[in-house]
């Protein structure tokens, strides 16, 4: 590169010992744009005799570029075969187009300290997100946890929303309006579980959390609408808690980081080509150390793939984290989990301040806009995990599962619009609720403590994982997404110390687990 | 970045496009009026080209064309200022567009800082004082507890400083109609534990966040008058929810609110005790399209 521009400088010189009698001997107006010097010319029509200097500078030129073209590093190549594949080299190969991967993909883009330094692409197999986790969340925020590293992350993640608009404002672009409704996230506990709700309050306001606890009579004065039977203990959040529209932030975060310079692939990773090491540790065992040097990414309903060399790989694939994962030869215990949400009609159902309400049971329910429609769900026992094979409601499962707790729970809505379904049960008499529709999302879920894993991989040298959150993904993304380019620009974590999420944990075997009540 | 440019350009908006060739067409058209056509031609020809990658003439082949047409107007007459100014920001596209968002932050930043914390004055003089200063420098209002007197900032920012004599007193009312608070300048206000009345008019900053953090004063407000904030949406009133002692709410002409007549009978629901004002909404039924 330099060598040509040394050539540049002095063929210019070379002008002074060659004077051709057609030539203006003016100073060259010369200004600089970025590394390249730009001449400016000041002959007012075509020159008389094709001045083979000045010719020869522009053909230098010009040979220059195409010169770092065929350098590696840019996309040229000789054969252009296909243009819509991704690109051949990129330095960080995220995926997983999900808020978590995009977010990772505009905190990487923000805190590069060179403008275009750090290649960024994100490959996604889905561009319509039609089984992504992101879209298909009930996308509630809370601080209510009983991990200090869940509270932070959930805390740093509100504040990023605050702002959502100063961070991921795009110039001539609508701002972002993540309709947020603050509301408030409401634990019930009963007897056995409200020591445990004590201490997660007191961990919750050591972190600064804005967390009240409610007696039962508390509870009522507020809230009349719930039946506070076996009640001991209520935490009500107050202030940074609440639900918003995951896909209003999902493209936020994806329109601000393809301004930045973020690109998008379409495609599915099938293979990961990697190199071994091996290595052999303190006590003598033998560790294959390895360190991916390239990804396979399919084009979708195509048989066309493209080998993306890459320095660095992110594995934010949500609820398929684990099958990429075993594409190395690694295993992570994230696996899919289908999880239902039923949306209910009652007009005479609790209003405005109607809170995330979360039953000892483990049902939860909220509002949905200002027509009287909420949403409920619950977590299925272990035993009785559905099916993931693919995103079918089974509505028994609201029948069985969350209706009698829910109408315990909450007696105005008992008065839902009676209807009869066309199920089997459509014969016995009691009354059936009006489930308007419903719908199924997975849960990356986590089978060994349902927490996030992020980090590094201890054998895979260049592998991340920001995967496992098992339901809290939306709600820490932001977080996560600057944790994660910390560790990849930095080295190390800055903001908040999530080396306890790591993967240290899972090799040894000490879970993490979250104190929850349900 | 070449190659970055061109990635990003099929996102540019409309605006950016039109305000790019309305630069471009008093660009050409400033030099049609000087040179004559026949020399125009190329560079016209060359700017369409490029209208898909920035005009920033990365190529020195590119620049040569447009730039050896200007030199005609320089043995006529030089063009006008702005045009000159206007030539040159065609080809500082990437720079105008950092500035604009430079500018956008700036702004937010200014927001930012004159709602800090006064840690000085809370330090010095007490959190009441401190409290009474900030209100002020927001050129806002207030009146203790106990006294009858209004300590009001004036449009040019003078205030009386004999609000220093009340130590140790608390605010009563505040009057922040038309300032600039935003969700930090709350870190003040948040001892006023006797605070009675809170008047937000008209606040281009208050936005829901504000809304969710009033939640400190919820044993002693009983007024609260948000009306005309343009910031504030439906899921910042559910946050209201906590003010259960509010006795007056003014929630007229919130433009951010999409369904008014169904938020106010939800709100009157969510606050009984409360009576809610609500003025400068269109009530009438509108066909659906």
């Known amino acids: ?138 996308g509630g925020i809370r601080q209510q946890f009983s991990l200090p590293e869940n509270i932070c992350l959930s805390m740093a993640s509100a504040q990023f929303m605050k702002n959502i608009n100063e961070h991921l404002h795009v110039l001539n672009e609508d701002p972002v309006d993540l309709q947020f409704n603050h509301s408030g996230y409401l634990f019930l506990a009963n007897e056995e579980v409200a020591h445990i709700m004590e201490e997660n309050y007191k961990t919750q306001r050591s972190f600064g959390a804005h967390v009240s606890l409610l007696s039962a009579t508390q509870l009522k004065e507020k809230f009349p609408w719930i039946n506070t039977d076996g009640v001991a203990l209520a935490s009500y959040g107050l202030e940074n808690e609440g639900w918003f529209d995951p896909w209003t932030l999902l493209q936020a975060f994806r329109r601000k980081a393809l301004s930045l310079g973020v690109e998008q692939c379409i495609g599915e990773v099938t293979d990961l080509k990697y190199t071994s090491n091996i290595g052999i540790t303190a006590e003598g065992d033998q560790v294959a150390q390895r360190r991916i040097k390239s990804v396979k990414v399919q084009v979708r309903n195509s048989l066309v793939y493209q080998p993306m060399e890459c320095a660095m790989v992110v594995n934010a694939a949500g609820a398929l984290s684990g099958k990429l994962a075993a594409m190395m030869g690694i295993s992570l215990p994230v696996e899919p989990r289908k999880r239902y949400i039923y949306v209910l009609n009652c007009p005479d159902g609790p209003g405005l301040d109607t809170p995330f309400l979360i039953d000892y049971s483990g049902v939860w329910f909220r509002r949905e806009g200002l027509g009287g429609n909420y949403i409920a769900g619950t977590s299925p026992e272990e035993a009785l995990e559905p099916d993931t094979s693919d995103l079918e409601v089974d509505h028994q499962f609201f029948e069985e599962k969350i209706w009698p707790h829910l109408a315990s729970r909450v007696p105005a809505l008992e008065k839902l619009k009676m209807c009869i379904l066309m199920s089997p049960s459509f014969l016995s008499p009691s009354f059936l609720p009006q489930v308007t529709s419903a719908w199924a999302g997975f849960y990356d879920y986590n089978t060994f403590d349902q927490n996030g894993v992020i980090g590094l991989h201890p054998i895979v040298n260049n592998m991340f994982f920001a995967t496992g959150f098992s339901g809290h993904g939306l709600q820490h993304s932001p977080a996560v997404g600057r944790a994660v380019a910390e560790l990849i620009l930095d080295g190390n974590f800055t903001s908040i110390d999530l080396s306890n999420l790591g993967f240290r944990r899972i090799i040894q075997q000490e879970p993490m687990l979250e104190r929850n009540i349900v | 970045p070449v190659e970055r440019c061109c990635h990003v350009c099929p996102f540019m908006s409309l605006y950016r496009c039109c305000q790019r060739s309305a630069l471009l067409v008093v660009y050409r058209r400033s030099l049609s009026s000087v040179s004559p056509p026949s020399s125009v031609s190329p560079s016209s020809s060359v700017s369409p080209s490029s209208s ?238």
């Not at chain 2, 932050?105 to 004055?121: D, E, P, S």
């Not at chain 2, 001892?191 to 809304?211: A, H, M, N, Y």
């Open chain 1, 1 to 138: 590169m330099s060598t040509w521009r040394r050539v540049h400088v002095n063929l210019r010189k070379a002008h002074g010992l060659f004077p051709v009698s057609s030539r203006r001997v003016t100073q060259p107006n010369t200004w600089k744009y970025g590394h390249l010097t730009l001449c400016k010319s000041l002959s007012t029509s075509r020159p008389l005799r094709n001045d083979f200097f000045k010719d020869l500078e522009v053909q230098l030129a010009a040979m220059r570029q195409k010169a770092l073209d065929a350098l590696p590093g840019s996309d040229w190549s000789p054969l252009e075969i296909d243009r819509g594949l991704p690109p051949e080299r990129a330095d960080v190969v995220i995926v997983g187009g999900g808020v978590i991967g995009w977010s990772i993909a505009y905190w990487i883009k923000q805190k590069e300290r060179v403008r275009g330094g750090v290649r960024v692409v994100v490959v996604e197999k889905d561009p319509t997100y039609s089984q992504a986790s992101t879209v298909l969340s009930a």
């Open chain 2, 52 to 289: 898909v990658s920035p005009p920033s003439s990365v190529s020195p082949s590119s620049s040569v064309s447009p730039s050896s047409s200007v030199s005609p107007s320089s043995s006529l007459s030089p063009p006008p200022l702005h045009t000159r100014f206007l030539r040159y920001l065609t080809q500082r596209f990437y720079d105008v567009e950092m500035l604009q968002s430079w500018s956008f932050l700036r702004r937010w930043k200014r927001v930012q800082k004159r709602n800090t914390y006064y840690g000085y004055a809370q330090e010095n003089y007490g959190s009441d004082i401190a409290s009474a200063y900030y209100i002020l420098n927001l050129k806002g209002g207030f009146r203790f507890v106990g006294q009858s007197e209004w300590f009001i900032a004036d449009q040019r920012g003078k205030f009386n400083w004999a609000f220093l004599d009340h130590k140790n007193t608390p605010l009563e009312e505040v009057n922040m109609n038309y300032t600039g608070i935003n969700y930090r300048g709350l870190d003040n206000l948040e001892v006023q534990k006797s605070l009675r009345t809170l008047s937000i008019r008209g606040c281009p900053e208050v936005d829901d966040w504000f809304l969710a953090r009033l939640h400190m004063f919820e044993d002693s407000l009983e007024e609260l008058d948000i009306s005309h904030c343009p910031r504030i949406t439906t899921g910042g009133l559910a946050a209201l929810r906590n003010l259960k002692g509010l006795k007056r709410l003014d929630v007229s002409s919130l433009p951010g609110i999409s369904s008014p007549g169904v938020v106010i009978i939800l709100l009157e629901e969510m606050l009984p005790k409360c009576d809610v004002t609500a003025n400068g909404y269109d009530h009438t039924l509108r066909e659906e399209s």
